[in-house]
């Protein structure tokens, strides 16, 4: 380990000397404009660093202060730094977040005020300590203000290899001090705020919380999903019990009135975070009566007693490694399969590794779920059977022998089946509108939904919320339509083909003149002067950008409203197609050419934004499948040459995705899809790769799979903030590619769980009467879903296009189910599917892709040793009275086929009847 102090700044002007310094001193940082500091000059003694070098990092602290200031990992060679150092120089002054900081909430053992304290609200020099085998220490008192009535000093060290950053806190008084709140701020660099999306995925991270107490642990990944990542892990006394961001007053004396980080959380900034050691003094008062992840803990010192808490910076190689580090670093590790979202009749597993051994296991509320006795399993693992017993919220708290406590957050839902049922008629009862003398003439439709306040939203001066367009507004007759493309109930289809026959088809898209097929950005809009006296609300400010006035309402050139539409048609298309009397308003031909003239006129009336990948955009990919099915060559050669345009450009660029805001997960989907499509295996792995980097794969049913998202609430929520959102529609959307990356390489395990976690995230919405909620709040305060559908259809999107069974052979876990439950028989393995479709099958051992058209799965059993599958489809309906079957494999055995069978565009027909019908796929030779 060396040290260096880099102290020639007195004449420095630009971040760019900054920079050349750092560099020559072992510290590659990357460069952003040239700026000058927007708080201090650099001739300022605060402008001074001390670079030390570990076995892992190239190590920056401000000598002032000893907080971070660079945390280059040695294993890039790029020049990647976890640390927000290209922003040094203007984050130099008070209020300004760093890792090394500490947020503390104290008061007098018998009294009720609390105090709040921090090193961030107003700098001051810290006192330099020598320590053995320290790289730095320090008594950090002084940066706590006055009247503190502890004493707290900091190391930086490395320890085993692996540096330490660790604070003892000490009571130097004669009365008990109690510690209601106690925060360590985890500061890397998730600031894309003047970036260019290239520049961000090479230099910016995302991080995401375990918050698992003992077990938590911090993960910071690239945004390019390329390694290696980070781990921040819990030293002795220090669990990870909340997640708060950095939101609280920074200043003792209130009338300074400094309030958060001096970066501004906007679309291009989530905010900083405290890892919550302690947090009853928050719990008590500001979130009072809140459930949180976690009981909420306070810890007590006596007179003269001390306690040492800290964390350790850990370097895993590979997003897909980390939870091998997290092994080799002696942390427990749980798995739990298919994941932490669990319907009631899926049969699940949770899969823990420890050092120690488990002593116990709880679960809170009681009896919300049901945990059988611990099975060996290999490799050292141990395995539960969990299943799911109260709807809501459930935490397993496992207690080892050493004392220490893991806990693991699952959701509890209805089956599947009956979720999706409640959603349906949810949106077609309590948010189907009928209103002939409507203003903006929205009826009849499916509007948004106040669920806080239990009516339809016809207002709302984010006039696309009650405009029937835009995300805000199509979300819910989205939903509804995504909804009966795999369980379709005639009534529900009828009232959906009312709403398209007269608001979608005359309204939203307008069929007449030179603008047929364009998609308005709203129906409603804000143009008092020609609407009638009391249109309009008086109690909302419609003196704002968002009361689009008519003209911009009518506006044809937003190209995210057209997916939306085209997958309105194309599930038309479909239930008209495979089944027999549910569609009546048009024909099937009508409905898929619709579904075609959309997808075209996206790209002529609506061109600025289709560089970029559209959300739902792969619905495009199937309508030009289907073109190609039926047999309408001259519109599919027509929108696949223009989509082919799309994809040549996505091929020359290196983060080959985007959207209107600096950079998003919108539209990565499609990117993808269209990728593989036209055979771009790069621009695909590159995407899939991202994808990773933005969904974690954490024991939490909140963050397991869950899209990096924390704008869109403002959008479209009811509770409109800057936050990150869980499960907002970004989780299932990314699904759609990573199950398709997964069937393309059944070996890459990470692949399926990230998947899974997504696709079942947008089941978690749901509330137990239908309701679906835009996403998740995640923030303390909150803890909720939120009050309005919002945008939630499209999320409900990727749900209904990607909703299937998996059956899986893991080497270490043995056979598994996703989406269905597993049984073996005398080496034989059936696979019983409880998704929400039942509509398609992977056999991941055989590489075998089964879908279905129209009809239902009610079982598959698979048989090893000749690769045989048997699966039974549902009985005859009125509807449904026939299957067609779809077999793709992706493995080099041979595709499976049914002897004898007749095929109708591509797909086995299959004549049902009164009973259950079973067939035999039988493998052949190449």
């Known amino acids: 380990m060396t040290r260096r102090t880099i102290s020639a700044f007195r004449r420095c002007s630009s971040l760019l000397v900054l920079a050349a310094a750092l560099t020559m001193s072992g510290v590659a940082l990357p460069v952003m404009a040239q700026t000058a500091p927007a708080v201090q000059s650099w001739n300022s003694p605060d402008a001074q660093i001390s670079v030390f070098e570990t076995p892992d990092f190239m190590l920056s602290l401000q000598e002032t202060s000893q ?41 007098a053992v018998g009294s009720e005020a609390w105090s709040d304290y921090s090193t961030a609200y107003k700098r001051a020099k810290v006192k330099p300590l020598k320590v053995n085998g320290a790289l730095a220490a320090a008594d950090i008192t002084p940066s706590l203000g006055a009247g503190f009535p502890l004493k707290v000093t900091r190391t930086w060290s490395v320890v085993a290899g692996k540096l330490v950053l660790r604070y003892t806190l000490t009571n130097p008084g004669k009365t008990a001090i109690e510690i209601g709140a106690l925060g360590l701020p985890m500061v890397f660099d998730n600031i894309i705020t003047g970036r260019h999306l290239d520049d961000a995925h090479e230099t910016a991270s995302f991080y995401d919380p375990y918050v698992g107490r003992d077990a938590g642990y911090l993960q910071v990944n690239r945004l390019n999903g390329a390694g290696p990542s980070l781990l921040v892990l819990p030293e002795k006394n220090t669990p990870f019990e909340l997640y708060k961001p950095i939101l609280n007053q920074r200043n003792a004396d209130k009338s300074l009135k400094i309030y958060n980080d001096p970066e501004p959380r906007n679309m291009t900034f989530e905010g900083f975070y405290d890892w919550m050691v302690a947090s009853k003094g928050f719990a008590d008062t500001d979130w009072k009566g809140i459930q949180q992840w976690n009981e909420p803990t306070a810890l007590v010192l006596k007179a003269g007693e001390s306690r040492t808490i800290g964390v350790r910076f850990v370097l895993s190689p590979s997003i897909r490694e980390i939870e091998t580090t997290l092994m080799q670093n002696g942390r427990p590790v749980v798995v739990g399969l298919p994941g932490y979202v669990l319907p009631a009749d899926t049969d699940a597993e949770l899969f823990v590794h420890s050092a120690q051994a488990v002593k116990s296991v709880s679960i809170f509320p009681e009896g919300a779920l049901e945990v059988g006795a611990s099975q060996r399993a290999k490799d050292g693992w141990v395995k539960y059977a969990v299943t799911g017993k109260i709807d809501g919220r459930a935490r397993m708290a496992i207690t080892y022998a050493d004392g220490s406590v893991q806990t693991v957050h699952y959701l509890v839902t209805k089956p599947e089946l009956e979720v999706v049922a409640d959603m349906g008629h949810f949106l077609t009862t309590k948010q189907w509108y009928e209103n002939p003398s409507d203003p903006f003439k929205r009826s009849p439709s499916i509007m948004g939904y106040d669920r806080d306040e239990s009516h339809i939203i ?21 939903a509804t339509i995504m909804k009966q493309l795999d369980n379709p109930v005639p009534e529900e289809v009828a009232k959906f083909e009312q709403f398209a026959d007269t608001t979608l088809w005359g309204q939203i898209q307008t069929p007449d003149g030179p603008d047929k097929y364009g998609v308005r950005k709203s129906v409603m809009f804000y143009d008092p002067k020609t609407m009638p006296e009391g249109t309009y609300d008086p109690k909302l400010n419609w003196n704002t950008w968002s009361a689009w006035d008519r003209e911009g309402a009518a506006d044809l050139g937003r190209s995210y409203n057209y997916p939306h539409v085209a997958a309105a048609w194309w599930t038309l298309y479909r239930l008209g197609r495979y089944h027999d009397g549910l569609t009546t308003k048009e024909t099937w031909q009508t409905y898929l050419t619709r579904a075609a003239e959309t997808t075209k006129a996206m790209m002529t009336k609506a061109p600025y934004y289709t560089q970029f990948g559209q959300m739902e955009g792969d619905v495009f990919v199937y309508i030009l499948q289907d073109l190609k099915r039926e047999g309408y060559t001259d519109e599919a050669a027509e929108i696949e040459t223009m989509m082919k345009g799309r994809a040549d450009i996505w091929k020359t660029l290196k983060y080959p995705f985007g959207s209107e805001m600096p950079w998003d997960s919108t539209g990565q989907a499609e990117v993808y899809m269209w990728s593989r499509y036209f055979g771009d295996e790069k621009a695909a792995d590159v995407t899939r790769e991202v994808i990773l980097a933005y969904d974690p794969t954490i024991p939490h049913w909140g963050y397991n799979g869950s899209a990096r998202r924390f704008w869109d609430f403002l959008y479209a929520g009811k509770q409109s903030r800057i936050e990150r959102q869980l499960h907002h529609y970004g989780s299932s959307l990314n699904a759609v590619p990573l199950f398709d990356a997964y069937r393309a390489n059944p070996s890459d395990f990470q692949l399926l769980r990230v998947a899974y976690g997504g696709l079942m995230g947008s089941l978690t919405n749901i509330d137990s009467e239908g309701f679906g909620a835009a996403a998740f709040h995640s923030f303390p305060d909150a803890m909720h879903w939120d009050g309005m559908n919002g945008d939630y259809g499209m999320s409900f999107y990727g749900h209904a296009v990607s909703a299937a069974a998996y059956l899986v052979d893991h080497p270490t876990f043995g056979w598994a189910g996703f989406g269905g439950n597993v049984s073996q028989t005398g080496g034989v393995i059936t696979l019983t599917p409880t998704d929400s479709a039942r509509a398609r099958l992977f056999i991941a051992p055989a590489g075998l892709w089964l879908t279905l058209d129209a009809g239902k799965f009610t079982a598959a059993t698979y048989y090893p040793k000749t690769g045989a599958v048997t699966v039974s489809l549902a009985p005859a309906d009125i509807h449904t009275p026939k299957a067609y079957l779809n077999v793709k494999t992706t493995t080099a055995t041979g595709k499976p086929y049914m002897a004898n069978a007749q095929t109708e565009r591509g797909a086995y027909v299959i004549q049902l009847g009164a009973n259950a019908t079973t067939i035999e796929l039988t493998p052949k030779a190449n």
């Not at 060679?77 to 500490?102: S, V």
């Not at 016809?458 to 989205?478: H, I, K, M």
């Open 67 to 107: 907080t971070l200031v660079s945390l280059a990992p040695k294993a890039a060679k790029d020049g990647f730094d976890f640390a927000p150092a290209n922003r040094f120089t203007q984050r130099l002054g008070d209020g300004a977040y760093r890792i090394g900081d500490l947020d503390l909430r104290l008061r």
């Open 458 to 478: 016809t207002q709302d001066n984010r006039v696309w919320v009650a405009g029937l367009s835009d995300e805000g507004g199509a979300g819910s007759w989205l």
